[in-house]
């Protein structure tokens, strides 16, 4: 019987840049899933790749002095050496400059225009060139970009429109018949509320003030604008749209992508437009898109321009590939967005791996061989207790657990539970102290002890093979494992271990670091000595002239100055972008009982109502004055508990002395929408 198949994509990077550890944390993820699914017996097809057109590419070669390709040769071969240190397996990698990929654009574009899916306009609009991306009067910030904050500039185009409309309600049903399509769950609403509802605008996919892209058959001025051509290498790269029979039977294959991973920042690209180009080309449409959450540093987001993105590479070469992926999939929630600190990893390589993990491995061999001359030897049913039969009721356990939280991309919660059986086998070694069997001559105790922990490292180092491979197969050498006994579709099989088995003395799998020191070195090799702050602020090179402000104690400052005396860091953008602020409605509100001062209410937040206290009572008498009133909800607060009451979120308010004004919206913003 044909295996069944699984198809996993990452995003497709811009080679603008070298890649950072943001874009290793996706691609380790979709490797380590990669890696599981082949483990369960899966065909696998894993792709990646880079996005190679348009505009600030073809800047950033010039400002180089380099030949474009020649630019991007490098910048590739750098990527997939990245990605080869990072033991990262892929089946795949598209360009989106190689042939086969543009020939198949350019014939999607051409049936888009016959289709009339594809139309000629004229674009006017704002234009961000570093993002690429064009903006509405109604959506800038203050006359900028709304993603950078930098100047934009008016432009008046021909373009290329893509009739996005017509295909919303066949998209909204998609979504209410495939509840599983969108994860995580949030992020759904956010597009239908912010996307969707408001009126989803036709999306211009063609321009013709830069040239360095894919050209349009029929009109050659007209070159294919990013995302049509980006988004398409998902499936120009398994064969769509080709003349050769075997990449035809490749697509029917893989094709609808099983996962496709992408970071919150596309997740609008991937959800929206990338299924109305399915739907108009007749394809069906993956069948899971994840958008995960972001590294961050202390001052916010990486970026090349803040200063503050940590090189992957140099990691690597310090701690080795194995330690990288553990942390990147183990730190953060996947989902979520989190906090790169030196002082949280080396406590996690420390701590996990070190003294967790390596020390079980370690100190187990070391046992066999001084007690047993190495050999592992199968106990007699009358040497085995309860300890033995619970150990392998939590290793057996934890395989169905790591197997369940894989599935649905819980990678640290996988790791968790992985690291309760690493913790309990350790345990279990303190409780039956198989050094005191050896004293007191107990041998076939000491056996039945010596085999439950090799039978447990068993377990354990098959399923830490998607997140570290290396040291997985460090120990299976050591240990002598076969390929039988590491097969995971049987790993928790009675008797699977064979008996008599050598298992070398080895060395510990993982360094003990000392924490501080290794924290500074960290800190000088990454050259984040304040975590990173210092690059959030304006440049200190007299040639800028913010620079001139921060020196004569100017307007930053100033900033700085006020934040001090209320106690408060001076904080970047994107920290504060991470308070999820909301519009919402009063549906309900009451007085908490034995709680003179808190109101329970009801908040109606367009696709949730929210229970949150506030403490706002003496200013509301009596409560269902509140009732109908449009509020602004921090929405993404972690939940409390008030006088035994759950409260999920916060009302703002603004206060002065006795005086308090709840913060407001008009009424015609709907409940849900999004306040920046
Ligand atoms: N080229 C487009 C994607 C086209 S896909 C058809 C693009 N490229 S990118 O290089 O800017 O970023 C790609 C992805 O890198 C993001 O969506 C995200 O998955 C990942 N990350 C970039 N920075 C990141 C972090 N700091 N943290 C986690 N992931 C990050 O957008």
Redesign the pocket.
């Known amino acids: 019987m044909a295996k069944s198949t699984f198809y996993v994509t990452?995003?497709?990077?811009?080679p603008n840049d070298k890649?950072?550890?943001?874009?290793s944390?996706?691609t380790v993820a979709a490797d380590a899933i990669a890696r599981y699914k082949r483990l369960r017996g899966y065909d696998v097809m894993f792709l990646t790749g880079t996005?190679e057109h348009g505009q600030k590419i073809q800047n950033r070669a010039i400002e180089a002095g380099k030949d474009v390709m020649a630019f991007l040769d490098e910048i590739i071969a750098w990527s997939q050496d990245l990605w080869a240190r990072l033991d990262v397996t892929y089946d795949d990698f598209i360009r989106t400059t190689q042939e086969r990929h543009k020939k198949v654009v350019e014939a999607i574009f051409e049936r888009l225009i016959e289709q009339d899916d594809v139309y000629l306009g004229d674009y006017e609009g704002w234009y961000c060139t570093p993002c690429e991306s064009f903006w509405s009067q109604r959506e800038l910030v203050d006359g900028n970009c709304p993603d950078c904050g930098r100047p934009v500039k008016y432009v008046k185009e021909e373009s290329y429109f893509f009739r996005m409309s017509k295909y919303v309600d066949r998209l909204l049903a998609y979504y209410d018949e495939h509840p599983e399509f969108i994860q995580p769950e949030s992020r759904k609403h956010e597009m239908i509320n912010n996307f969707i509802k408001p009126g989803l605008q036709d999306l211009c996919v063609s321009r013709t003030s830069f040239d360095w892209g894919i050209h349009v058959r029929r009109d050659p001025k007209h070159v294919v604008y990013?995302?049509l051509d980006?988004?398409t290498?998902?499936i120009t790269a398994i064969g769509y749209g080709s003349d050769d029979p075997a990449l035809q039977e490749k697509f029917e294959k893989f094709w609808p992508a099983d996962l496709q991973?992408?970071?919150?920042?596309?997740v609008r690209?991937?959800v929206i437009y990338w299924p109305i180009i399915l739907m108009a080309l007749g394809l069906p449409l993956p069948k899971r898109v994840y958008g995960?959450?972001?590294?961050?540093m202390k001052d916010g987001?990486?970026s090349k321009s803040k200063g503050n993105v940590i090189d992957p590479k140099l990691l690597i070469d310090r701690y080795g590939s194995d330690a990288i992926r553990y942390f990147l999939l183990r730190e953060i929630p996947f989902g979520q967005d989190g906090v790169f600190t030196p002082e949280a990893m080396v406590q996690r390589l420390n701590f996990d791996l070190a003294n967790d993990f390596g020390n079980l491995i370690h100190r187990t061999a070391a046992m066999l061989n001084r007690f047993c001359a190495g050999t592992v030897t199968r106990p007699t049913g009358a040497a085995l207790t309860n300890a033995e039969a619970a150990l392998a009721q939590l290793a057996k356990e934890t395989v169905q657990e790591t197997e369940r939280q894989l599935e649905v991309l819980q990678f640290s919660l996988a790791l968790t539970a992985i690291w309760r059986l690493v913790a309990q086998a350790n345990k279990y070694i303190d409780d039956t102290a198989p050094w005191g069997l050896n004293k007191s001559g107990n041998t076939e105790r000491l056996n039945a002890v010596m085999y439950t922990l090799v039978d447990t490292i068993r377990v354990i180092s098959v399923l830490v093979q998607p997140f570290m491979p290396k040291a997985a197969n460090r120990v299976f050498e050591q240990y002598g494992f076969t390929v039988e006994e590491t097969d995971w579709n049987t790993l928790t099989e009675p008797g699977k271990l064979s008996a008599k088995k050598h298992v070398a003395e080895g060395t510990p799998l993982f360094p003990r670091l000392d924490v501080n020191d290794e924290v500074t070195e960290l800190a000088q090799l990454t050259q984040l000595e304040d975590g990173g702050l210092k690059t959030a602020l304006p440049s200190a090179d007299p040639a800028k002239p913010e620079a001139a402000a921060t020196a004569a104690g100017g307007p930053v400052e100033a900033v700085k100055e006020q934040a001090a005396r209320e106690g408060k860091e001076v904080i970047g953008i994107d920290t504060f972008d991470q308070v999820e602020l909301r519009v919402g409605q009063v549906l309900t509100a009451e007085r908490v009982e034995k709680a003179d001062k808190l109101l329970r209410l009801e908040i109606d937040l367009g696709s949730e109502v929210r229970q949150i206290v506030s403490g706002i009572a003496k200013y509301f008498d009596p409560p269902s004055v509140l009732v109908g009133r449009k509020v602004v909800v921090v929405a993404n607060l972690k939940p409390v508990k008030l006088r035994g009451v759950d409260s999920n979120g916060m009302i703002l308010a603004a206060s002065e002395g006795d005086e308090l004004t709840l913060v407001t919206v008009p009424e015609s913003m709907p409940n849900g929408a999004v306040v920046k």
């Open positions: 990452t995003p497709i990077y811009y890649l950072h550890i943001g874009h944390y996706v996005d990013v995302w980006a988004l290498n998902y991973l992408v970071g919150k920042d596309i690209f991937h995960h959450g972001f590294f961050l987001k990486m």
